[in-house]
């Protein structure tokens, strides 16, 4: 009876072992270790043993139901390994259908123009200065002279974000808010630049983006003239785009300078480029960040970059920039 016993159990063994699905293995799993098995079979005949028999088959039979159950489960594992593998392959992702073997990426043609810019005024002396691209009312309007309902909040259009009171929570129009907080929260002297992305409500076109980036620089020191201001235009004019080009003001109007100006670049072909806005810090703004305009006095100067980028690189229209065609962004 007992060499019985253990035919039977390196039979199912065997079986156990050779289990190709799960499936298979369930319908195994019920033949050999259920209740209508063959081993439970014997197990209910072991009262008809007298009592020494009784004990040495009822052993056995322990070790046969044992070995069959391990030899299951050991099979299970492998099966569940095996799932979750072919799984795992299923869903591979092949990431590496844009890049050709040995051709790495490199940096976008406008985080390229910031660097350079970043650069620039890094080697004049400037510290770079970042802020947040959702912003407050207060930090993108009112601290810089614009209260509500001043008529200049027009000149930006804004985006909202639907957050506390209608109308407080903005993306921001331009880079200005971030001088408000370096100066909220860095005592002078302050020499930094503050690049980043900017959002207007705009309907894109071949000059214009809804989301754009620009640069802002601010001075703020004791005996700061316009003089340091044009100075540091055209110094940067050079700097960046050659010493042949030369730069110009021009009366403007910006509600946080006062007086302010726009600037032009002259290309060496006698041409001019518009570039952006600056202008002495109105005192008010001054004010409104805690610093007294009896003591302190400063310069700002603002202008955005992917157009800058653009006429760099000969893009005719600035929508592209914003492509992600790898052959338009391959090229830069
Ligand atoms: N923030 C202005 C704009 O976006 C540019 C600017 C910056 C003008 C700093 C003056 C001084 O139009």
């Known amino acids: 009876m007992i060499d019985e016993i253990d035919r039977i159990a390196a039979d199912a063994t065997t079986r156990a072992e050779a289990a190709a699905t799960l499936e298979d293995w369930r319908a195994l799993d019920v033949e050999l270790n259920g209740k209508k098995s063959t081993l439970g079979g014997f197990k209910r005949r072991l009262g008809e043993l007298d009592p020494d028999e009784r004990r040495t088959v009822g052993a056995a039979l322990n070790r046969a139901q044992e070995q069959v159950r391990a030899a299951l489960a050991a099979r299970r594992a492998e099966l569940d390994a095996a799932a979750r593998h072919a799984q795992l392959a299923a869903e591979r992702l092949d990431l590496t259908e844009l890049r050709p073997p040995h051709q790495a990426g490199h940096l976008h043609l406008v985080t390229q123009t910031m660097e350079r810019l970043e650069d620039v005024f890094v080697g004049m002396g400037f510290t ?16 810089l002279n614009l209260p509500a309902h001043h008529p200049a909040r027009d000149m930006q259009d804004t985006f909202f974000v639907e957050l506390g009171e209608l109308g407080d929570v903005v993306m921001r129009t331009h880079t ?157």
């Open 128 to 143: 770079v200065a970042e802020g947040p691209e959702v912003e407050d009312d207060w930090h993108n309007f009112t601290a």
């Open 176 to 332: 200005s808010p971030v001088q408000i907080r370096v100066m909220e929260t860095e005592p002078p002297p302050i020499y930094s630049v503050m690049p980043g992305r900017v959002y207007r409500q705009e309907t894109a076109d071949a000059t214009h983006l809804a989301v754009f980036h620009q640069i802002e620089g601010l001075v703020v020191d004791r005996g700061i003239t316009f003089a340091h201001l044009a100075g540091t235009i055209d110094t940067f004019t050079k700097a960046y785009f050659g010493e042949g080009f030369s730069s110009r003001l021009r009366p403007s109007y910006f509600p946080f300078t006062e007086p302010s100006a726009e600037f032009d670049i002259q290309r060496p072909d006698g041409s001019w480029l518009e570039l952006g806005g600056c202008g002495m810090v109105n005192p008010n703004v001054l004010r409104n960040c805690g610093l007294d305009p009896e003591e302190w006095s400063g310069f700002a100067f603002g202008f955005g970059l992917d157009r800058l980028a653009g006429m760099r690189h000969g893009v005719p229209d600035l929508r592209e920039i914003m492509s992600v065609d790898i052959r338009f962004l391959a090229q830069f």
